[in-house]
């Protein structure tokens, strides 16, 4: 194992945030019982809170942020891993309570982890990262719910950030009629090229939502919240399913409980934080089997780890397509 090793720190100045670059040493890392030789992280919507403090990410100070990691594991007194195993971790308060991703040594627990499928290389594992664990949540949920191909269309809103690109791929693959819906007509030939069939404007679903507006879809995933999701619930069909997982255009949600109670919708919450190990196995795993590699490197740039502070802000300003990955 290093004896120093690169992090990147987030520390409290008063009311600022400083980010630097560090040297630590194994002693300097948090309990855990395993340690893994960080090879890839990533960086999601919420990283960029993290990173910017624009949201009350952290929760202790310091902090190494980043959310996710891949790896292979150093030194484990858990009997699930041995040294040599792959290995893949989303959330569970990393960069939050616990020490996170952007560092060349993680000490965790156990617990946390999951076994990297097969299929998978560290990098694909990140560029895949908690954004496309989280799509396949959602897929999840949809298909709990009972929504198939054969019930009508799918809407994923944000479709060309990290959940939506990842959502757009899965659902083309599966079978469905995918809608997406986005705020970058520049995307259009992109989103096709994932598997979407028809393109919305994200204008058309960020107005002032109607009660219940025309049938146009049996399901969507939607990471954009506020009207937005207001207006993807109301514009759900009979007995039709939304499952909700971000915020990027606000943490509100005016509706009225009329899609609800006349049309039998349904909003289906997704956490991926603190989301129990056998969903999370099962979500890899499905990852595995239905996204198509060379569609995830379509959607994937990787940026090196002093270039996660800008990567922060861009993804906050809406300008990062698809998904990134941080090279350890
Ligand atoms: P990205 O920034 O990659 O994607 C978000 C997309 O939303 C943007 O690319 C953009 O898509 C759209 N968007 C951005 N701002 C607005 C706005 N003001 N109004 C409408 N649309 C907007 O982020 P991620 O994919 O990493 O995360 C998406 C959301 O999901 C975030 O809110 C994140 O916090 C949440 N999330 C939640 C998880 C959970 O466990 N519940 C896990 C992972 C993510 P376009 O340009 O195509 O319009």
């Not at 009508?152 to 083309?172: C, D, H, K, R, Y």
């Not at 598997?195 to 919305?200: K, L």
């Not at 399901?219 to 937005?228: H, K, M, N, R, Y």
């Not at 919708?265 to 999370?280: A, I, T, Y």
Request: aromatic share 4%; with cysteine; charged share 20%.
């Amino acid at each position: 194992m290093k004896s120093r090793f690169k992090a990147i720190l987030i520390r409290k100045d008063g009311d600022n945030q400083i980010v630097d670059d560090v040297e630590l040493t194994p002693d300097d890392l948090m309990p855990g019982d395993v340690t893994v030789a960080v090879a890839h992280s990533t960086v999601n919507f919420k990283d960029g809170l993290a990173l910017t403090g624009r949201s009350p990410v952290v929760r202790k100070f310091p902090m190494i942020p980043g959310i996710d990691l891949a790896g292979t594991v150093e030194e484990s007194s858990n009997p699930a891993f041995k040294a040599g195993d792959k290995v893949v971790l989303n959330g569970f308060g990393l960069s939050e309570a616990h020490y996170g991703g952007y560092s060349e040594l993680a000490r965790v627990k156990g617990d946390w982890l999951v076994p990297l499928p097969s299929a998978f290389t560290t990098a694909q594992a990140m560029a895949i990262g908690t954004a496309g664990y989280t799509a396949m949540l959602c897929v999840l949920a949809l298909e709990d719910a009972g929504v198939t191909p054969a019930k009508g269309p799918v809407l994923v809103t944000g479709a060309a950030g990290g959940v939506g690109s990842v959502a757009v791929a899965l659902l083309a693959k599966l079978g469905f009629k995918v809608i997406a819906s986005t705020g970058r007509p520049e995307e259009e030939a992109y989103l096709k090229d994932l598997g979407a069939s028809e393109i919305v404007a994200r204008a058309e679903l960020s107005g002032q939502p109607r009660m219940l507006g025309k049938e146009r879809w049996a399901g969507a995933v939607d990471s954009v919240g506020s009207t937005t999701l207001a207006n993807v619930i109301s514009q759900t069909m009979y007995g039709g399913a939304v499952a909700a997982c971000g915020l990027a255009g606000g943490m509100d949600l005016p509706t009225s409980v009329a899609p609800f109670i006349l049309r039998g919708v349904s909003l289906l919450g997704v956490d991926s934080v603190q989301m129990p190990k056998p969903r999370r196995v099962q979500a890899w795993n499905r990852l595995a089997q239905d996204l198509d590699i060379a569609k995830l490197a379509a959607m994937t740039k990787t940026i090196p780890l002093s270039g996660v502070r800008q990567a922060a802000e861009d993804i906050l300003a809406g300008k990062v397509r698809g998904r990134l990955v941080v090279e350890i």
